[in-house]
């Protein structure tokens, strides 16, 4: 599925704004209502998103359930104003699937988790928002042709190789590199701008 | 600290999706820990993760499987906000944070074992490496690594010291992210030891008999 990029923005932000309040009830109230909604938003989408990762049908609803289970224990340490909702679920998605994988070793996701970055320079004053991300991505994605956003989206969302991408596509790896690389050099130059003025 | 060395946006990618070795991961999390452009780039990816997520494909769930997660709702333990310290990792800036419950001690209690002259090695063998290696490397003052290439991915991340090849100076904090079409021969090029975290997800292809000879007795 193409990512919807010309999704207007307001809406997008509406959701998002939506699901980061059901989050903010569940933290504070334990509010079931609030779970059961993003359970029936997220569950079936979490559930894809592990059998597109190679999960079958039953393991793929058990990681689902547990990526619920996280998001009902955590919601605490779910802060609004550094990350989208949507963005935190898909971390703890992704970081289930992968202790999944490492079952056999008994790591632990909360022991154990490389892809949760430190955030040391988080009282700096240089960090850059959340609000700054989201806005600085969808201007990003905005430029990007529908290939670029595709191939994007095979290469690091469905952790394709190149050459499994060049594969499902049809197209020679050359073409399959070139247009992630013009993606990312995309999203380096918005960057580059803006952590420039900041630094 | 000016980082000028920084991951490659494959590695990036492949780091965000979690599809990368557990040996890579680490030195990938460890350079992130650092470098405020990857950081941000990462969020961005994350983001975008996030997106896909938000408005991606769904899969039909099983009857009552809603009603069978609420039930096992009131035996959870709630995470509180309060960060608790794990109290297993030294407190030690020696090392990036990631990497610090892999190497429980100080930098200069570190066991070094000889590999070749001017290089020393310390397994970090928690971890799975496939194929690959994945070790704190020291090379003494003009020292270099035998000139080699890559069947896969190199990682190299400059802890201490600093050191130059063909490609630039890497010093504390910059990354070498190098695939398969790269030879290069990297030399410790101050006055300190250069310290390096270094992941492989294949072995090195050394050229020459004395390096493979080398390779033969250190495992690299």
């Known amino acids: 599925m193409q990512l919807e990029v010309q999704m ?3 809406h997008e932000a509406n959701t998002s704004q939506i699901f980061s309040e059901l989050l903010v009830k569940v933290a504070s109230g334990q509010d079931k209502a609030a779970f059961s909604k993003l359970f029936l938003h997220f569950a079936p989408r979490v559930k894809s998103y592990m059998m597109k990762l190679g999960s ?8 689902a359930q547990q990526v619920m289970l996280q998001i009902w224990r955590k919601a605490q340490l779910f802060d609004p104003k550094k990350a989208a909702a949507s963005t935190w679920i898909f971390r703890i998605a992704r970081n289930l699937r992968i202790d999944g994988l490492r079952r056999e070793k008994h790591f632990l996701v909360d022991d154990f988790d490389f892809t949760r970055v430190p955030d040391e320079k988080e ?6 928002g959340h609000d700054e991300t989201a806005a600085i991505v969808r201007e990003s994605l905005n430029e990007l042709s529908d290939d670029q956003a595709t191939a994007l989206r095979l290469s690091f969302y469905d952790g394709l190789s190149h050459a499994d991408i060049a594969d499902r596509l049809r197209l020679p790896l050359g073409t399959v590199k070139s247009r992630i690389r013009l993606a990312f050099s995309r999203l380096r130059a918005t960057l580059g701008t803006k952590v420039g003025e900041m630094i | 600290m000016t980082i000028k060395h920084h991951l490659s946006d494959t590695t990036l990618g492949a780091f965000t999706a979690g599809t ?28 975008i993760g996030g997106m896909h997520l938000l408005q991606g494909p769904t899969s039909t769930l099983s009857d009552g499987f809603l009603q069978k997660t609420l039930l096992r709702l009131g035996n959870q333990e709630i995470a509180s906000s309060q960060i608790h310290a ?12 990631p990497l610090r419950e892999f190497v429980p001690t100080e930098l200069k209690n570190i066991e070094w074992n000889s590999l070749a002259p001017g290089i020393k090695g310390h397994p970090l063998t928690e971890l799975n490496t496939g ?4 070790s704190l490397l020291k090379i003494s003052p003009g020292m270099s690594i035998p000139d080699h ?22 010093g504390v904090g910059d990354i070498a992210d190098l695939d398969d079409s790269t030879k290069h021969q990297p030399i410790a090029d101050t006055s300190e030891a250069c310290i ?5 997800d294949a072995s090195l292809k050394f050229t020459g008999l004395m390096p493979r000879l080398v390779q033969y007795f250190t495992g690299l």
């Not at chain 2, 194929?131 to 994945?134: A, E, I, R, S, W």
């Open chain 1, 56 to 63: 079958d049908e039953t393991m793929a609803e058990e990681l």
């Open chain 2, 131 to 134: 194929n690959g290696t994945l």
């Open chain 1, 123 to 128: 009282n700096q004053e240089v960090t850059i």
């Open chain 2, 149 to 170: 290439s890559h069947q896969g991915t190199e990682l190299t991340l400059v802890l201490k010291g600093s050191f130059s090849d063909k490609i630039g100076q890497f």
């Open chain 1, 8 to 10: 207007s923005q307001d």
């Open chain 2, 20 to 47: 990368l070795m557990e040996s890579i991961s680490l030195v990938v999390a460890s350079h992130l820990s650092l470098c405020r452009v990857c950081q941000a780039k990462h969020n961005q990816l994350e983001y």
């Open chain 2, 86 to 97: 794990n109290s297993n990792l030294h407190v030690n800036d020696t090392f990036p944070a």
């Open chain 2, 196 to 200: 390096c975290l270094i992941a492989t």
